[in-house]
């Protein structure tokens, strides 16, 4: 009996892609007066990039998430379709 396996990085792309589509939609509706709700965020993160120096390069590390309502809409919306597929 073959068994319907489903892989962890399928599920990774659904929901960052649900993120990113959550957040365009949050982006434009952050226009319309009684969606703007959708586009309430908070950021975390490196506020300023840390730089480490070796003497013969130097790297430059920074990361900041921005989450709103929208976006945590379309991440439940990709998980719920991943589910059903």
């Known amino acids: 009996m073959a068994t319907k396996e489903k892989n962890i990085w399928i599920l990774l ?3 960052l892609s649900g993120l990113v589509v959550g957040g365009l939609l949050g982006e434009l ?8 709700w959708l ?3 908070q ?5 300023e990039p840390i730089t ?8 430059t590390f920074a990361l900041m998430f921005k989450i709103s ?6 991440m439940v919306l990709a ?5 059903k597929v």
């Open 13 to 15: 792309i659904f929901i």
């Open 29 to 36: 509706a952050s226009k319309v007066d009684w969606l703007w």
């Open 39 to 41: 586009s309430y965020s």
């Open 43 to 47: 950021k975390f993160g490196l506020e």
């Open 52 to 59: 480490l120096d070796l003497s013969v390069m130097q790297i």
């Open 69 to 74: 309502i929208s976006s945590i809409v379309g």
């Open 79 to 83: 998980i719920f379709i991943y589910k």
